[in-house]
Nanobody, 130 residues
Framework: QVQLVESGGGSVQAGGSLRLSCTAS????????MSWFRQAPGKGREGVAA?????????SYIDSVQGRFHISQDNAKNTLYLQMNSLKPEDSAIYYC??????????????????????WGQGTQVTVSS
């Protein structure tokens, strides 16, 4: 059983930065699709960024965070990161990391939904004040 634990959330003012971390236990092999999702109060969970961990390590982002957020992974530490810059109040949400070892499905936040992922973390709160 893979366990994902997020950290790094907090409260910042608009324009500030945060780096979220997601540490994974018992990942077998390196080929995974890993993503960050978020859920604001009263809204559904939406994918924010994804990284396909294979020969290319290709990434994808939703339009609203493109150029401000950066997803990366440190294989030696089994840790997924989300660097968030120029934060806006509308970025406030609970952020979750997700993972799945099945790469036969697309690993692209623009075309896949939360049902694509088998493993989830418990979430970390991000609050951006204006």
């Amino acid at each position: 059983q893979v366990q994902l634990v997020e950290s790094g959330g907090g409260s910042v003012q608009a324009g500030g930065s945060l780096r979220l971390s997601c540490t994974a236990s018992r990942l077998i092999g390196r080929r995974y699709c890993m993503s960050w999702f978020r859920q604001a109060p009263g809204k559904g969970r939406e994918g924010v960024a994804a990284i396909r961990l294979d020969e290319d390590d290709s990434t994808s982002y939703i339009d609203s965070v493109q150029g401000r957020f950066h997803i990366s992974q440190d294989n030696a530490k089994n840790t997924l990161y989300l660097q968030m810059n120029s934060l806006k109040p509308e970025d406030s949400a609970i952020y979750y990391c997700a993972a799945d070892s099945d790469l036969s499905f697309p690993c692209n936040v623009l075309v896949t939904s939360e049902g694509r992922y088998k493993y989830w973390g418990q979430g970390t709160q991000v609050t951006v004040s204006s």
